[in-house]
Structure formats: C-alpha cells, structure tokens
C-alpha cells in the first residue's frame, strides 16, 4: 500500500513557467513533509520542508502548499528554469524519538524547456 | 570536504556472491540510513543507526545485514547476491535533535548479473 501518491509520473514545462506537483498521504501520525530534488548519478538533496502547523512555505522559487484536512500537499516552482531539470520527491515522516522514517512518493521526472 | 560518501561508487558483481557497501559522514550526525532506489527511481528506507543501535528495520531479507562499527560509519553487507538487488543504494544521516534533514551520499549502483 503506497502512503504517499505522488503526481504528475512526469511534467514538461517551458522556460518562466510554473511547475506543480502533487503529493497525498494517508497516514495522520506523519507531521513532516519534505521535498526532495535528484539529478542524475546523484543523491537526493533537501529542496524545502514543512510541518503541518503551516499551511505555506516559501524558499526563493519553491513554495510548499499544505491542506491537512485534505491530506495533501504541493511544491510549486515559480519561474521554471531548465537548470531545474530533475527528478523530485515529496516525502512524509512522523519523527520519534530523534530519527525520521522518510517514507517517499514515485517521484516526478520534470523537464524545464529553453 | 564530502559530507557523506559511500564507496563503491560501482558494483558489478555475479549472482551468489558476498558484496558489501561503505559510507561514512562527517557532520557529527548520530543517525544513519540506508536506502534502497530500484529501477522505477522508487526511495525505500531499509535500516536506520542510532548511536551505533539499530532502530528501523524494514523488511528487508535477512541476506542485508548493516553494521554500524561507530556513529560516523554504516556499513551494508549483502550475502547470496540476487538479480533483485540490482538497484542503486543510499545511504543518509541526520541528527537525533533540532533539523528533521537527512543528507544523502551520492549512491552505490550495484548491478548482479
């Protein structure tokens, strides 16, 4: 059973357009959500995060969305750029006892058009 | 000046054989990770390290052992290498208190032929 449904699979965008992807989650216990950024042959790497006692975060061009009655939650990237080309992954956790069980969606393949 | 890194960056390696995986971080992190990114580009946790003591074990076959020689270190060892194994690993670390943020080495493809 997937805990966190990612979409769109994947997203073309064209240069200063803006990108969105989805994610949804089941589990309540999660109260940290963050999103995930992943070049080819690389690590993931940390783009933004929230916790549930927000309803938006903003970080330069990335914004995070957070509807919790909905159980939903949303990156937007302003102004798309094709540097921004990469796979990203939202992520759901609840934290206990000092660590955090990153449970994460498919991810989404985003191609950022000149 | 790497903050996590892991070696082999590359393993190919016949089916039945033994392998393991290194990674070690110098953020003075006490918690670590190994994950698992299978050919879909699909993250799944398959342990977690707390100060040397395991605290998340996924179910993953008893043929992945971690171990854990010090905070800074995670090691996986992979006994009786199946065709499924193939996939590309990572290992994390974060700390028990304050940011919630996992940093990621750059990866271990592992290919079993």
């Known amino acids: 059973q997937q805990q966190v449904k990612q979409s769109p699979q994947s997203l073309i965008v064209q240069k200063g357009g803006i990108s969105i992807i989805n994610c949804a989650y089941e589990n309540t216990a999660f109260d940290y959500f963050p999103w995930y950024q992943q070049f080819p042959g690389k690590g993931p790497a940390l783009l933004i995060a929230?916790?549930?006692?927000?309803s938006e975060k903003k970080e330069g061009r990335f914004t995070i969305s957070f509807n919790k009655s909905a159980k939903q939650f949303s990156l937007h990237i302003m102004d798309s750029q094709p540097g921004d080309s990469a796979t990203y992954f939202c992520?759901?956790?609840?934290?206990?006892?000092?660590?955090?069980?990153?449970?994460f969606g498919a991810g989404t393949r985003l191609a950022v058009h000149p | 000046d790497t903050a996590v890194s892991q070696t082999p960056k590359y393993l190919v390696t016949q089916m039945g054989n033994d392998k393991s995986i290194k990674c070690e971080q110098n953020l003075g992190h006490d918690t670590m990770y190994w994950y698992k990114q299978d050919s879909k580009k699909f993250l799944k946790i398959m342990f977690s390290y707390n100060n040397k003591e395991l605290i998340i074990n996924e179910t993953v076959p008893n043929r992945f052992s971690p171990k854990s020689p010090d905070k800074a270190h995670l090691n996986l060892h992979i006994n009786s290498l199946e065709l499924g194994d193939s996939a590309v690993y990572f290992c994390?670390?974060?700390?028990?208190?304050?940011?919630?943020?996992?940093?990621f080495g750059p990866g271990t493809r592992l290919t079993v032929l």
């Open positions: 994390a670390s974060s700390h028990s208190s304050g940011s919630y943020e996992q940093f």
């Open positions: 992520a759901a956790s609840p934290f206990s006892g000092g660590y955090n069980k990153l449970i």
């Open positions: 929230i916790r549930p006692d927000v």
